[in-house]
Structure formats: C-alpha cells, structure tokens
C-alpha cells in the first residue's frame, strides 16, 4: 500500500510563498503521476496540478497558472508544490494522490493533508 505524507502547510500573509511536499518513503516513486489536490470548507475538492511520473509532462489549473509550480525529485521520492503569491482564496487543506505513470481523473492513492491557510 502506497502511503503519502504531505508537509510544508501553514499560515501566510497574502503574497507570500509556500513549498509543499509530499513524499513515499520505501516506494518506486518513479512508476507514479502525483497529483495536488485542495479543498476548501464548504466546496468540493477540485485539482490543484499534476506532474507525470518522468516530471515530462506537467498540469495546473486556471487559478493557479503562473503562481504555483509542480516539480519532483525521483531520488529522493518527493514531489513539490512550489506556491507564490498565494491568496485568501488559496486557502484549503492540500492532498497529493498518486497513480499510474499519467495524469489523469482517478487517483488510487491519497495523502492526509496538510491545511494551508493565506490570511492577514
């Protein structure tokens, strides 16, 4: 069973930086796309970017596009989630989920979370 461990949440002033990790300690991280995922109280999880398991191909959506960056370290079987300029709407609880070597829909494997919150 694949185990995610998410780490690097907390609370920032709007316009600052976060860098998220999420990480599997003991596994093929490289057969794997990882996803970020938020959700925020009272809405439905939506997804956040993608990274295929090569790092070859790379997906975010429309909000965050040109403020967060997606990268991974196969060495050291991590995944990134490099943050700026984050804002109050930024605000939710992130989840990384793996699954085949693509991005896709589905995901088999999920993260517990860590909240992130972008207040002043």
């Known amino acids: 069973q694949l185990r995610l461990v998410e780490s690097g949440g907390g609370l920032v002033q709007p316009g600052g930086s976060l860098r998220l990790s999420c990480a599997a300690p003991?596994?093929?991280?490289?057969?794997?796309?990882i996803g970020w995922f938020r959700q925020a109280p009272g809405k439905e999880r939506e997804g956040v970017s993608c990274?295929?398991?090569?790092?070859?191909?790379?997906k975010y959506a429309d909000a965050v596009k040109g403020r967060f960056t997606i990268s991974r370290d196969n060495a050291k079987n991590t995944v990134y989630l490099q943050m700026n300029n984050l804002k109050p709407e930024d605000t939710a609880i992130y989840y990384c989920?793996?699954?085949?070597?693509?991005?896709?829909?589905?995901?088999?494997?999920w993260g517990q979370g860590t909240q992130v919150t972008v207040s002043s």
């Open positions: 989920a793996a699954r085949g070597r693509i991005c896709g829909v589905e995901y088999d494997y």
């Open positions: 990274i295929s398991s090569t790092g070859g191909r790379r």
């Open positions: 003991g596994f093929t991280w490289n057969s794997y796309a």
